[in-house]
């Protein structure tokens, strides 16, 4: 059984990114460290960890020869630094010091399970869409989203109840099971309004998803109360 650790300063991208993984590798073992210290403890427990995820701005340093503290807890383990962008320089630089991969968090889930199984089978993992001529996030920058008014009586995307349930429930990080728990409905039809919420907002993943949807449920909040 895999253990992988998720170590990322944002909780709501770590919750999320945790949450696509756990229910494409049910059988993953699946960590999450908020800072620099816990990932370290992490990495010095007695049951080994298989693979790193891990974001740079949480350890203070977006210096790649950091792989080496990783290395000296740990040096078994396998190591993928997760960026909203990133240079094929960059991308290039982080290999070549030690690194296993890069995932852009601008990636789709089906793209970010794929880039963990590759790492996890003992490959390496750099986006497809990422040339010497662009970065990162310019290979994965989300279509522009139809601008949208908004009315005092209705929501920018104009989502129905049920989307707004279902929308709350993304924002939580909730799974597609979960989701069809809470609002007792079918697994199927949770995916369903999942996929078309992801569609109405113009997002590649749930983690967008999830991190589009806490604005929109604000906005949709302040719109009520004003």
């Known amino acids: 059984m895999a253990r992988i650790l998720v170590a990322d300063e944002h909780a709501l991208y770590r919750t999320g990114l945790r949450t696509i993984l756990q229910a494409a590798l049910p059988e993953a073992e699946l ?3 908020e800072d620099f210290d816990g990932l370290m403890r992490n990495l010095m427990e007695e049951q080994p960890i298989h693979l790193v995820l891990v974001s740079l701005g949480l350890t203070g340093s977006t210096d790649p020869q950091v792989i080496w503290d990783f290395k000296r807890a740990s040096a078994t383990t396998r190591y993928v630094v997760i960026s909203s962008n990133g240079t094929f320089d960059q991308v290039l630089h982080y ?10 968090k601008l990636q789709r889930d089906d793209e970010i399970i794929e880039a ?3 790492v996890l089978a003992g490959r390496l993992a750099v986006p497809r869409g990422l040339t010497p001529f662009g970065s990162a996030a310019e290979a994965y920058r989300p279509r522009e989203a139809p ?4 009315g005092s009586q209705q929501d920018p995307f104009g989502l129905t109840r049920r989307q707004r349930d279902v929308l709350t429930l993304l924002a939580d990080g909730l799974s597609n099971r979960e989701i069809a728990q809470a ?3 079918a697994e199927p039809t949770a995916k369903i309004h999942v996929s078309a919420l992801m569609r109405t907002l113009n997002v590649r993943n749930r983690t967008e998803a999830a991190v589009l949807a806490k604005d929109l449920i604000r906005i949709l909040k302040t719109d009520q109360t004003g």
């Open 31 to 33: 960590l999450e460290a």
């Open 95 to 104: 290999i070549a010091e030690g690194f296993h991969g890069f995932i852009s």
């Open 116 to 118: 963990v199984q590759e």
């Open 147 to 150: 601008q949208r008014r908004f």
């Open 183 to 185: 609002l007792h409905i």
